[in-house]
């Protein structure tokens, strides 16, 4: 007997023959397989017994394609009206419409982790806290990171934002209509007839306020007016590439992750604008230990989130490397620009859009202005605007019908309320869908209607509890502190200082779901309103 038969074990003949039967039918048993794999999944998966599209019952495009459209918001509100409150969107993923299971599944310490969705979020080589789906890990950044986003130390950078604040009203002026000037509009001059893309200035404002916050420096989108060099649409861009490849991680190392793409200029993450700034401001800091001493490159005593950051790393190096101070400072440009965008957006489009609640609002603030709870020149405090009840009702259902993240929430998870739920499965949560739930919001919760937060002090605080326009538990919005600063002392301000009117009365939003809310069609005439001194001459 030779050495060779000897050696050859049973499990390598059974493999050798299955090769060579493969090698004959494969056009024959790969489409078998595919038939039965789908086939088992249609009938005999665990998650069965759940409805939904037929097409999500095997396959993952269902949900691919609806995040293709950037309608998934949209089509979730459908799904569950169609099918109800638990619907399979996936062969291995559930969407949750109760708001009292979204809180469970997102609350801390309830072991439901962050699915592989968030690998794609760039960057891949030292993730953020947005996109660390190790838990532990996750957590000592956190640690880290949760001390430049508290509250009081976002009040302490109130000035920067006040600057910011100060410069969108100033560029907001330029279209107002000056009736100084007779017959300003035959002379050509901006006038009422200006159409003043809101929605884009809003934007242009929550960048530059992330500028001033996370490095020190505007980006200065509101000096240029204009999207430079593409950086928002570039943002966009990849944030719909991450909301659509999320949902097939599996293909990122051949698409985003792939080597060649370092090859190409134009698709290199590092050649964008934002990423240019943060890491020329990250070299300025160098050597890091300056920063201990408050005399970072910033060079105005501000701690900005970068030095805030460096300091943190310099404390511990092993929890929070050097990369995750770029990593973390990058990250809040992408988690917070657009985000805080979409919520203003909403508000203005909301209020805009329903005459009798912007006649309150506007009354309310100028009531305020007039008694001094509000400042009545210049910029507006936080805790100015915490005064102003209906501003506070108006945001709230601002957020509720439309919340800035459009395409769902992901978990994984074994149990909920009592249900066994296969290992494996995916939990999928949808702010639009759950603000929408009756029996929480009301009767009327598809309507925009400020006055439901007002109505009943107990009944808000229950609402309250089940709003996830920051998600939740240990994975809540890190930077929810600076968006509410931002909005309560901006929002207040223009509609103090400025009259607007949409120019498409009754036209939708276009709201595109890439990951966030992407909005567009704000347009307004706007003009300044009389001072109570002008107003008497
Ligand atoms: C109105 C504005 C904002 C909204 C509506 C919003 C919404 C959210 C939501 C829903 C999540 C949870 C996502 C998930 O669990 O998958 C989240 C997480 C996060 N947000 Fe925001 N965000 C806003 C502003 C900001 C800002 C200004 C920053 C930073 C400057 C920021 C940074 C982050 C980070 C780092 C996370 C990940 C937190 C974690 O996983 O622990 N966000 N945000």
Request: charged share 25%; aromatic share 10%.
């Amino acid at each position: 007997m030779s050495t060779d038969e000897v050696t050859i074990s049973p499990t390598r003949t059974i493999l050798l023959g299955a090769w060579e039967i493969f090698k004959e039918q494969w056009p024959l048993l790969i489409p078998l397989f595919i038939v039965l794999r789908i086939l088992y999944r249609r009938y005999a998966s665990p998650l069965r017994e759940y409805p939904g599209p037929f097409l999500a019952s095997f396959s993952r495009l269902w949900k691919v394609m609806s995040t293709i459209s950037e309608r998934t918001h949209l089509d979730h509100i459908e799904l569950h009206r169609k099918y109800g409150p638990i619907v399979r969107i996936s062969p291995n993923e559930l969407s949750f419409s109760s708001p009292s299971v979204a809180r469970h599944v997102l609350s801390a310490g309830k072991r439901f982790y962050k699915t592989d969705f968030y690998s794609v979020f760039p960057p891949p080589e030292n993730p953020d806290i947005f996109t660390e789906i190790r838990e532990d890990v996750h957590a000592m950044k956190k640690k880290v990171a949760n001390v430049p986003y508290s509250m009081a130390a976002m009040r302490q950078l109130s000035p920067f934002i006040d600057d910011t604040i100060d410069f969108l009203v100033s560029r907001l002026d330029q279209f107002c209509p000056d009736t100084a000037i007779p017959g300003f509009q035959q002379a050509g001059l901006p006038g009422r007839n200006t159409v003043v893309n809101l929605g884009d200035w809003l934007h242009f404002f929550a960048f530059d306020v992330l500028g001033e916050v996370a490095f020190g420096r505007s980006f200065g989108f509101l000096a240029a007016g204009v999207d430079k060099e593409n950086a928002i649409k570039t943002i966009d861009n990849s944030q719909k590439y991450n909301g659509i490849v999320g949902q097939i991680p599996e293909i990122d190392c051949l698409l985003r992750r792939n080597p060649l793409w370092r090859w190409i200029p134009a698709l290199d993450p590092n050649n964008a604008v934002i990423t240019r700034i943060a890491r020329e401001e990250m070299e300025k800091r160098r050597p890091f230990e300056i920063e201990r001493d408050g005399k970072g490159a910033s060079g105005d005593g501000r701690e900005d989130l970068l030095s805030s950051l460096i300091k943190g790393h310099l404390k511990d190096k092993t929890k929070f490397h050097e990369g995750d101070i770029f990593a973390v400072a990058h990250g809040a440009i992408f988690a917070g620009s657009d985000s805080t965008a979409s919520t203003m957006q909403s508000f203005f489009w909301h209020v805009l859009s329903a005459p009798k609640v912007l006649a309150r609002l506007v009354e309310e603030i100028d009531t305020a202005a007039r008694d001094g709870t509000i400042s009545a020149q210049g910029n507006i405090q936080w805790t100015e605007a915490q005064n102003l009840p209906y501003f506070q009702a108006c945001l709230k259902e601002a957020m509720r019908m439309r919340p800035a993240v459009g395409v769902n929430i992901a978990r994984y998870g074994i149990e909920i309320e009592g249900r066994h739920i296969p290992g494996g499965t995916r939990l999928a949560l949808n702010g639009w869908v759950l603000h929408r739930d009756k029996a929480t919001f009301g009767q009327d919760a598809d309507y925009y209607r400020p006055e439901r937060w007002l109505e009943d002090p107990e009944n808000a605080k229950v609402m309250e509890r089940y709003m996830f326009q920051f998600g939740g538990g240990a994975h809540v919005c890190i930077g929810r502190n600076l968006a509410l600063l931002e909005i309560n002392k901006v929002i207040p301000r223009l509609l103090r200082d400025f009259e607007f009117e949409l120019v498409y009365p009754g036209r939708e939003l276009k709201a595109k779901a890439t990951f966030f809310v992407v909005q567009e069609g704000l347009e307004v005439y706007i003009s300044r309103k009389k001072s109570e001194k002008e107003a008497q001459q």
